[in-house]
């Protein structure tokens, strides 16, 4: 069982940055793969970024390709999402996730964080 809280979010103008961290409980957290959902009102949840289990592979949607980065830190169980550039567009409410199946870059996720708030005003 892993456990994810999220953290981080706020309220950014826009062309502003913001950076969301996510840290799991248990120590497995070397074995899954990670990844940033996100989903604004009215809309359905939408793939951000994800990253594989050492860090050497990471996967984003073009809406934030070159404007978001996935990293993680093993030894602290912990990843971010370091976004930049922000757009109102970006306003939703951003999850992470944990995965441990799957062949890459479609990772079967199985545990979800209750998600941390950012919004973006023009």
């Known amino acids: 069982q892993v456990q994810l809280v999220e953290s981080g979010g706020g309220l950014v103008q826009a062309g502003g940055s913001l950076r969301l961290s996510c840290v799991a409980s248990?120590?497995?957290?070397?074995?899954?793969?990670m990844g940033w959902f996100r989903q604004a009102p009215g809309k359905e949840r939408e793939f951000v970024a994800a990253?594989?289990?050492?860090?050497?592979?990471?996967n984003y949607s073009d809406s934030v390709s070159g404007r978001f980065t996935i990293s993680r830190d093993n030894a602290k169980n912990t990843i971010s999402l370091q976004m930049n550039s922000l757009k109102p567009d970006d306003t939703a409410l951003y999850y992470c996730?944990?995965?441990?199946?799957?062949?890459?870059?479609?990772?079967?996720?199985?545990?979800w964080g209750q998600g941390t708030q950012v919004t973006v005003s023009s």
């Open positions: 996730a944990a995965g441990a199946l799957g062949i890459w870059p479609r990772i079967q996720y199985d545990y």
């Open positions: 248990g120590r497995t957290f070397g074995n899954y793969r």
């Open positions: 990253i594989s289990r050492l860090g050497s592979r990471t």
